[in-house]
């Protein structure tokens, strides 16, 4: 066995671990919250329901995984990742603002739609989810015919809603280094997915990385299938 697809194997369980975690915090944050429902309260539901069902699909796809063709050398695009991944939980341990009530509504709405994007996304990308710059297969239909990395779009919109709800100049501090490392992860992705794949250079020309325009790529229908978190 190579040392990358042992790296890829043991990556997978130990985020295996953390994910399994996650979704069992968001369900009981859930069950929690069912009494005395507001409009707020409903839409928090929402966006927990939207998260849980997010995270239990990364689950999935953690363990289902396309076997890794290559990987970014180095331990940058690693810590990075991670980084990446799960900065934002650093919030949990960060005093609360009280946000007035608009600001609690567009939060959870901001959540509810980001959450609910990101398990397209993700679905769409399928065993080629990774978490780590890593090339497995090459997806460019779907959201990934719009904008190279839909699923980082889609997930910023939960993380503003979630800085949202926090309401403070800290967590605002911690959504600014959420957005570097997310932006560094991208490309090195993309480095790896060029080195990986011949046709992703042809693909990253026409589509653009995270804000859809209207020269979006027509992916076909035979095109191979990729990789990217």
């Not at 990742?81 to 934002?88: H, P, S, V």
């Not at 403070?168 to 060029?194: D, F, H, T």
Request: proline share 5%.
């Amino acid at each position: 066995m190579s040392t990358s697809k042992l790296e890829d194997q043991l990556g997978g369980v130990a985020l295996a671990m953390i994910f399994s975690f996650m979704a069992y915090r968001e369900a009981v944050e859930i069950a929690d919250s069912w009494a005395g429902v507001s409009l707020i309260g409903t839409l928090a539901i929402a966006g927990k329901v939207a998260c849980l069902a997010f995270l239990g699909l990364v689950l999935a796809l953690t363990i289902v995984r396309h076997d890794v063709k290559s990987v970014a050398a180095g331990l940058e695009p690693r810590l990075t990742a991670i980084g990446g991944t799960f900065c934002l939980l650093l919030l949990i341990g960060f005093p609360k603002g009280s946000p007035p009530a608009a600001i609690g509504v567009l939060s959870n709405i901001l959540i509810v739609v980001g959450a609910s994007l990101s398990f397209w996304c993700a679905m769409r990308l399928g065993r080629s989810f990774a978490v780590a710059a890593a090339a497995r297969q090459l997806v460019v239909s779907g959201p990934y015919a719009h904008v190279r990395h839909p699923l980082y779009a889609a997930e910023a919109l939960t993380a503003v809603g979630v800085v949202l709800a926090h309401w403070s100049p800290a967590a605002l501090a911690m959504l600014i280094v959420w957005g570097v490392l997310q932006y560094r992860r991208a490309g090195n992705e993309e480095k790896v997915l060029a080195a990986a794949f011949p046709d992703y250079a042809v693909y990253a020309a026409k589509v653009p990385r995270l804000i859809p325009s209207l020269r979006a790529y027509e992916a076909e229908r035979e095109s191979p299938r990729g990789s990217r978190a």
